[in-house]
Nanobody, 126 residues
Framework: QVQLVESGGGSVQAGDSLRLSCAASGRSFSDYAVAWFRQAPGKEREFVGCISRAGTVREYADSVKGRFIISRDNAQNTVWLQVNKLKPEDTAVYYC???????????????????WGRGTQVIASS
């Protein structure tokens, strides 16, 4: 089992950047595929990006491709989401999630992820 805690959110101007962190506790973090999802008020939770156990596979939603970068350091038990060129439509609560995966496996599906953090708020104002 793994516990996940997000941090790094904030209120910024459109065009600014933030670095979101997902700190994991528990054993064998390197066995988990990890993803970032986000949820805006009144909307469903949506996929943002995901990364495989060793970081060799990364996928992004079309809406953030080229602006957001997901990375991880298993020695630090941390996954990051670098969010650049923020737009007002990026405003949401951002969640980190994980599941036990095989090498190279990732998923964009909310239901695949068993472990979730409580989220960190990102607000991008125009």
């Amino acid at each position: 089992q793994v516990q996940l805690v997000e941090s790094g959110g904030g209120s910024v101007q459109a065009g600014d950047s933030l670095r979101l962190s997902c700190a994991a506790s528990g054993r064998s973090f390197s066995d988990y595929a990890v993803a970032w999802f986000r949820q805006a008020p009144g909307k469903e939770r949506e996929f943002v990006g995901c990364i495989s156990r060793a970081g060799t596979v990364r996928e992004y939603a079309d809406s953030v491709k080229g602006r957001f970068i997901i990375s991880r350091d298993n020695a630090q038990n941390t996954v990051w989401l670098q969010v650049n060129k923020l737009k007002p439509e990026d405003t949401a609560v951002y969640y980190c999630a994980g599941y036990l995966a095989v090498t190279g496996e990732v998923s964009r599906t909310v239901g695949r992820y068993l472990y979730w953090g409580r989220g960190t708020q990102v607000i991008a104002s125009s």
